[in-house]
T-cell receptor, first 116, second 109 residues
Framework: KAGVTQTPRYLIKTRGQQVTLSCSPI?????VSWYQQTPGQGLQFLFE???????NKGNFPGRFSGRQFSNSRSEMNVSTLELGDSALYLC???????????????FGPGTRLLVL | EDKVVQSPLSLVVHEGDTVTLNCSYE??????LLWYKQEKKAPTFLFML????IEKKSGRLSSILDKKELFSILNITATQTGDSAVYLC?????????FGQGTRLTINP
């Protein structure tokens, strides 16, 4: 089974621009979560989607948004980029049921975003 | 506010030593405690713990959860240089994972 894939792997943007990152989960996985990882803050939860609905959201400003498509692929968008948005963005897919059992999450390789 | 705290933040040992990594948590609607190993890329799953007192083991790695005291430990015996990595623990609650800062483990030959 193919793993979680994320595109692009590396991205350089300038302040004020916007960016869209993509995540394709493991086949059959319906839950996709997004995380931001920085040296200072560690891994922080952004949001989680299940069946095209956002089920949970972390403490990030509204500039961070996401969506999930009917094939479970997910995108996240960051508008009006700031220098502090430079980070590794990880997505993780999980085979959770709609009941939200304690399943494991499988991480993609991440997209490394640099904001200049 | 949910939080997960790992200790130590950094650990340097010699090959062959045994190490114990600690993780304490306060997570609303706690469901499970997960351990990951992160080298220079995405975290890879090690263990998921849901029940107190039951040790999970995989080769030289083992982990246990104490739901009364809200902590978990990860043990690595007979460490090897390939064990060098950042070890992350995460508390799962309400369909999200709350991660600790990680423990950076360095194994010197």
């Amino acid at each position: 089974k193919a793993g979680v894939t994320q595109t692009p792997r590396y991205l350089i943007k300038t302040r004020g621009q916007q960016v869209t990152l993509s995540c394709s989960p493991i086949s059959g996985h319906r839950s996709v979560s997004w995380y931001q990882q920085t040296p200072g803050q560690g891994l922080q939860f952004l949001f989680e989607y299940f069946s095209e609905t956002q089920r949970n959201k972390g403490n990030f400003p509204g500039r961070f948004s996401g969506r999930q498509f009917s094939n479970s692929r997910s995108e996240m968008n960051v508008s009006t980029l700031e220098l502090g948005d430079s980070a590794l963005y990880l997505c993780a897919s999980s085979p959770v049921t709609s009941g939200g059992a304690g399943e494991t999450q499988y991480f993609g390789p991440g997209t490394r975003l640099l904001v200049l | 506010e949910d939080k997960v705290v790992q200790s130590p933040l950094s650990l340097v040992v010699h090959e062959g030593d045994t190490v114990t990594l600690n993780c304490s948590y306060e997570v609303t609607n706690f469901r499970s405690l997960l351990w990951y190993k992160q080298e220079k890329k995405a975290p890879t799953f090690l263990f998921m713990l849901t029940s107190s007192g039951i040790e999970k083991k995989s080769g030289r790695l083992s982990s246990i959860l104490d739901k009364k005291e809200l902590f978990s430990i990860l043990n690595i015996t007979a460490t090897q240089t390939g064990d060098s990595a950042v070890y992350l623990c995460a508390g799962e609650g309400a369909q999200k994972l709350v991660f600790g800062q990680g423990t950076r483990l360095t194994i010197n030959p």
